[in-house]
């Protein structure tokens, strides 16, 4: 079992900056291929990032491509998600995600544990 605790979220202009972070506690998380989602109101959950267990390899999606980066420190078994230049449809509940796997994974089923979410608007 794996329980994850995002934080970071919260209002900021367009291009601004926000750091999002994902703490970890349970199951040993380097053992974890890691991602983060986005949900917007009335919408579908989306993928935005993910990491495999090393930290080796990243992958994003287009949308973000350029402005957001996954990291991980598996020493203080957190996930980072850095959100550069921030546009108003990146408005969004953020969600961590941690997998029993150890690559980079973009569909949801992958995932198998999930944290609560944290808001992130971003204001035009």
């Known amino acids: 079992q794996v329980q994850l605790v995002e934080s970071g979220g919260g209002l900021v202009q367009a291009g601004g900056s926000l750091r999002l972070s994902c703490a970890a506690s349970?199951?040993?998380?380097?053992?974890?291929?890691m991602g983060w989602f986005r949900q917007a109101p009335g919408k579908e959950r989306d993928f935005v990032a993910a990491i495999s267990w090393s930290g080796a390899i990243t992958y994003y999606a287009d949308s973000v491509k350029g402005r957001f980066t996954i990291s991980r420190d598996n020493a203080k078994n957190t996930a980072y998600l850095q959100m550069n230049n921030l546009k108003p449809e990146d408005t969004a509940v953020y969600y961590c995600?941690?997998?029993?796997?150890?690559?980079?994974?973009?569909?949801?089923?992958?995932?198998?544990?999930w944290g609560q979410g944290t808001q992130v608007t971003v204001s035009s």
């Open positions: 349970g199951r040993t998380f380097s053992n974890s291929g």
């Open positions: 995600a941690a997998g029993n796997n150890l690559g980079v994974r973009v569909q949801e089923r992958s995932y198998d544990y």
